[in-house]
């Protein structure tokens, strides 16, 4: 009842009280009542380009084929796989994201990260959390075991574990916040019944997997600074997990959350740890994707 008080709600201010578009200052009137906290108007959210994985249930059908496994485009529509997975086969299972890392939506997460404007943490908590709803039927199909009950998949795997993924002190200290804690922190806050309603035990574990101190003696780059190779080298061993969650870590399947994913040499390294300590599985999620 509350839900659908809000979406009226929701509905009278936008047409009243409209608020103005982050990019081109318009004023947002728009005309998708699922979403109730836009920052965009409607053309420039369909600037935004979304990433669709479709199978025969699916309602948007993807132009494009997808790797099961890291998620790059595939040319080949009759593949499954793309030629490096199959030639050096990642350590984590799964690659999902929302929208293509590509201007306008690389500006929103520029916003947020570097010029702290966490007004736009709903939208992306939004954002993220539908796209990952509405496609829960293919996530589950092809990622999860294969199974097409969730109950055998609840038995199978009893802890389901969305975590964050971590920064080191030295850029939280620059920072301020990590970017996907705060995203997490408010999809496990603000949408607890659709959480509910997939019928699997998950919960939001924070300080699961972290990020090794540097020494002063050694340079900590950006990833987002460097080629491929060096990121593969930046990121080596740069993660342990937590003393007290080991335990808890155990034949659990994981959900890593990070805001993009470009070379996926962050994400393997993640999962490489977390497999190594015990997780079953390893599915990340990102908000974008560098195709």
Known sequence: MLQVVNKILNVFFNIFFPKSC?????????????????????????????????????QQISKENFCLRC?????????????????????????FSVFKYQFPFKKIIHFFKYQHQFSVIPFLAEQFFYHFYNHFDFIKTNYLNNLNNLNNLNNLNKKNLFIPMPINKQRLAERGFNQTELILKYIFKHYKKQLKALNINI??????????????????????????????????????????????????????????????????????????NGASKVHIFSLARRL
């Not at 529509?77 to 690659?95: E, Y």
């Not at 080596?236 to 080991?246: G, L, T, V, Y």
């Open 22 to 58: 982050y990019f081109c200052e318009s004023k947002i009137i728009s005309k998708n009542t699922t979403y109730q906290h836009n920052i965009l108007c409607d053309a420039c959210l369909n600037d935004c380009e979304k990433i669709y994985y479709s199978n025969e249930n699916s």
């Open 203 to 276: 919960s939001l574990e924070l300080n699961l997997l972290l990020r090794k101190e540097f020494s002063k003696d050694e340079k900590v780059h950006l990833q987002a600074k460097l080629n491929a190779q060096q990121r593969k080298e930046n990121i080596k061993d740069a993660f342990f997990i937590a003393e007290k969650f080991k335990e808890n870590l155990q034949n659990s399947q994981i959900f890593l959350l990070d805001d993009v994913v470009t070379t996926g040499s962050t994400a393997n390294e993640a999962a490489k740890i977390l497999k190594a």
């Open 71 to 95: 998620s790059n485009i595939i040319l080949n529509n009759n593949q499954k796989f793309c030629h490096q997975c199959l030639k050096n086969l990642p350590n984590f299972d799964s690659v």
